[in-house]
Nanobody, 124 residues
Framework: QVQLVESGGGLVQAGGSLRLSCVAS????????MGWFRQLPGKERESVAT????????LYADSVKGRFTIARDNAKNTLYLQMNSLKPEDTAAYYC?????????????????WGQGTQVTVSS
């Protein structure tokens, strides 16, 4: 079992920045592929970014490339998402998730552990 707790969400104006954190406990964090997802009410959860176990391989959704950066600190069991140049369309609940897959993956079904989410609201 892996327990994930997100933090760092909030209300920000368009063009602003936020950094999300996700602290993991339980099994060895450094063994897992980690990802950030987001979801609007009534819509499917979509992948935002993913990072492999050692942090060397990262993938991003086209909508956030060049604005968001995913990172991890395995010594602190923590996953991060730095979000810059935020847009109103980035407004969503953001979730971190863990996967035991072999490499970084954007496929939601590959993730087995999920946090409770943190709300990000970007005002225009």
């Amino acid at each position: 079992q892996v327990q994930l707790v997100e933090s760092g969400g909030g209300l920000v104006q368009a063009g602003g920045s936020l950094r999300l954190s996700c602290v993991a406990s339980g099994r060895t964090f450094s063994l897992y592929v980690m990802g950030w997802f987001r979801q609007l009410p009534g819509k499917e959860r979509e992948s935002v970014a993913t990072i492999n176990a050692d942090g060397e391989d990262k993938l991003y959704a086209d909508s956030v490339k060049g604005r968001f950066t995913i990172a991890r600190d395995n010594a602190k069991n923590t996953l991060y998402l730095q979000m810059n140049s935020l847009k109103p369309e980035d407004t969503a609940a953001y979730y971190c998730a863990a996967s035991s897959f072999y490499w970084a993956t954007m496929e939601r079904t590959k993730y087995v552990y999920w946090g409770q989410g943190t709300q990000v609201t970007v005002s225009s």
